[in-house]
Structures are given as C-alpha cells and as structure tokens.
C-alpha cells in the first residue's frame, strides 16, 4: 500500500514568515511529486512539482526533494494570508504510460495570521 | 482552452438512494479521467480512472461505479448510497502544464455530497 503522510496541522505561521511544509512516502520508487494549494469548499489547485533530489523555487515557493530519505517539502516564504489553504503533498508511482495515478496525503492546514 | 464541469455543485441524498454525477471535458480529445473522493479527515482517493471510452479501473472496493459513454464524459453512479459515501467528489483528467511538457491533473470544482 502506497502511502503519503503529512502533519494535519494545524499549521500557524505570522505573515511575512517562512512556512515550512512536509510529507514523506513509502513508494521508494516514486518518481514524481506534487504540492497542491486547496481553500475550503474548492478543488485542489496544482502550485508546483519536483522531479529531482534537490530545490526548485517559483516565486514564493521552493518545493524540496529528497529521494533517499523519501521526503518532500515545501516553503512558502514572505507568508501572506491569502496563502491559508489545505496543502496536499502528492506522489506518483513509478508505474507509467496510461497508469497516471497520483497518490495523496490528507493535507496539511497552514494558517497565516496578519 | 480545456474546461472540465461537474455537477451539481451541492448535493443531500438519503441513504438507499440512487447517485448519478456527472463529468464533462471541452477541449481535448481521449482524455485520461479520474473520480476522486475526499472525505471528512481523510485525503484525496482515487476511486475510478479511464483511459478511453468504455474502459473503467476501479481502484476501491465500494458500491459506487463508473461509466465512460462518451469520449469527454465520465459518469460515478451508485444504485444505494451509504452515509460512509458522504464527500467532496472530484472529476479531473490528464493534462499538460500550460507552457510545458509537464503533465499534471485538472480538477473539476467537486460535488460535495452528504448522504443523511
């Protein structure tokens, strides 16, 4: 059974902090992975993914990728509280081709105070 | 420009009641479709995916089913409802990141559905 954990949170974080995401899995072959931004009540929206050990950074956030200890991360810095959101962390097996299915945490809530 | 509705947005059911949502896709041809289900403290889980008209894998053991009659459109149906199926239901299919080459799933806005 493949799995994706995150902390439930939730997460508080001051605006114009660092907010620091984390999720690990157990498909040691997992190839890609994902972070998702979810407000309540609306459908996950794709804000970035990482494919290779190491840092990748768009904007405000970095996405983290560490394979051998099977952890990913993500942070938000200069946290703003429109960034209050479910952040679901997910993977994908190593499985390809027409099998694109994507496993998921429960998410983590991060609230940014003002 | 790829769109993908879903409907209804709310819905109240009774246990032992039938379910029929519904799923559409503009814009692309023989997409890849997925159900997902989000309960109450759990995450996202996949429940159907189809690659093609016809063509449905179930992930989970349940009373719920899929349909794909056409080639945009994906149908989750159930003939009983169970209180245990209450949830924010997902559509999404598979696409290409916007600029890239990348794949990612688009997301429908969900159905939220409590069975009472």
Redesign the interface.
Known sequence: QKE?EQNSGPLSVPEGAIASLNCTYSDRGSQSF?WYRQYS??????IM?IYSNGDKEDGRFTAQLNKASQYVSLLIRDSQPSDSATY?C?VRGISGG?N????????TLLTVNP | SQTIHQWPATLVQPVGSPLSLECTVEGTSNPNLYWYRQAAGRGLQLLFYSVGIGQISSEVPQNLSASRPQDRQFILSSKKLLLSDSGFYLCAWRGLWSGTKLEKLFFGSGTQLSVL
């Open positions: 994706v994902f009540g609306k459908s996950p929206e794709l993914s679901l997910a027409s694109y299915k994507l496993t998921f945490g429960k998410g």
